[in-house]
Nanobody, 116 residues
């Protein structure tokens, strides 16, 4: 059974930094894509960043230059480094892992709050 465990959310002041981590377990199938999405209060979930198995990345315009996605293939883990955080970055952040055979799985979500 595939499980994704997220960590690293919390409260930070505007301009601050946070790092999110997500580790996948329970499958030996190859991973095609890993990523992060977020759901701001009262809004729909939106894509934040993705990374393919080959290392290609894609970012939402709103986070380009501030957020960095990375992964550790040996640990089946994906990370999100968030710098220069803004109040509008406040959301529940979800990691996702897409397996070539099994499909896409989501983490449980971690709250990120940017406030003074």
């Amino acid at each position: 059974q595939v499980q994704l465990v997220e960590s690293g959310g919390g409260l930070v002041q505007p301009g601050g930094t946070l790092s999110l981590s997500c580790a996948a377990s329970g499958s030996m199938f190859p991973i095609a894509n890993m990523g992060w999405s977020r759901q701001p209060p009262g809004k729909q979930r939106e894509l934040v960043a993705t990374m393919t198995s080959g290392g290609s990345t894609n970012y939402a315009d709103s986070v380009k230059g501030r957020f960095t996605i990375s992964k550790d293939n040996a640990k089946n883990a994906v990370y999100l480094q968030m710098n220069s955080l803004k109040p509008e970055d406040t959301a529940v952040y979800y990691c996702s892992v897409e397996y070539r055979v099994l499909g896409k799985y989501w983490g449980q979500g971690t709250q990120v709050t940017v406030s003074s």
